[in-house]
Nanobody, 126 residues
């Protein structure tokens, strides 16, 4: 089995910063990409950021570009989401995902990922 566990979500004031972590464990698998998605109350699940494991190339949704940074630690098999200048509209459950297949297209869709975490709640007040 493969397990992804997110951590770091909490209540934070608008304008503040937060770092989410997602650690993979269990049965080894080939990692081609890891990403973050979020789902706000009453809204659909939304792509946030992705990172290609080998190259480190990243992609972000427009609403977070310039504020969020996705990064990885290859040795720890962990992906991070560093969030700055948080806004109330960033409030959501944030989900980590891992893609175990090499794809020719984008990793911004949920179908590109094979494993998912249970989510961590981020709440931005004011």
């Amino acid at each position: 089995q493969v397990q992804l566990v997110e951590s770091g979500g909490r209540l934070v004031q608008a304008g503040g910063s937060l770092r989410l972590s997602c650690a993979a464990s269990g049965r080894p698998f080939s990692t081609y990409a890891m990403g973050w998605f979020r789902q706000a109350p009453g809204k659909e699940r939304e792509f946030v950021a992705t990172i290609l494991w080998s190259s480190g190339s990243t992609d972000y949704t427009d609403s977070v570009k310039g504020r969020f940074t996705i990064s990885r630690d290859n040795f720890k098999h962990t992906v991070y989401l560093q969030m700055h200048s948080l806004k109330p509209e960033d409030t959501a459950i944030y989900y980590c995902a891992a893609g175990a297949r090499r794809l020719g297209g984008s990793y911004s869709a949920t179908a590109a990922y094979d494993y998912w975490g249970q989510g961590t709640q981020v709440t931005v007040s004011s």
